[in-house]
């Protein structure tokens, strides 16, 4: 195994996931004391091996149609709406 492949996917992927929707998530189910702590970390770990499994299942397949400048386009361009989306919405809630 890549030594620097395995590095770079597990930083872009660490920071990716700091503060998104489901460590949020986690983080309240953790919070009430009368849920069971590891099993809140098995579950969600499990829940993003199992959520990581099928991207790279995808990607794999997905890759021996379309080209990666295309997938990175598109990628790159749903981050955007997302984020997009998220910004008009904190806006919609506000006022």
């Known amino acids: ?4 492949l395995i590095l770079t996917v597990f930083v872009t992927v660490f920071l990716a996931e700091l503060g998104d929707k ?5 983080l309240l189910f953790s919070a009430d004391r009368e849920i069971n702590k590891l099993a809140v970390f098995c579950a ?3 829940a ?4 990581t499994a099928i991207a790279v299942t995808v ?9 990666r400048r295309i997938l990175t386009i598109v990628a790159g361009a749903g981050f955007i709406a997302v984020g997009m989306w998220t910004l008009v919405q904190g806006i919609r809630t506000t006022v």
């Open 48 to 51: 993003l091996i199992l959520s």
């Open 1 to 4: 195994m890549n030594a620097k």
């Open 22 to 26: 489901t460590q949020l998530a986690t």
């Open 44 to 46: 969600a770990a499990f």
């Open 59 to 67: 990607g794999g397949a997905i890759s021996n149609y379309i080209n």
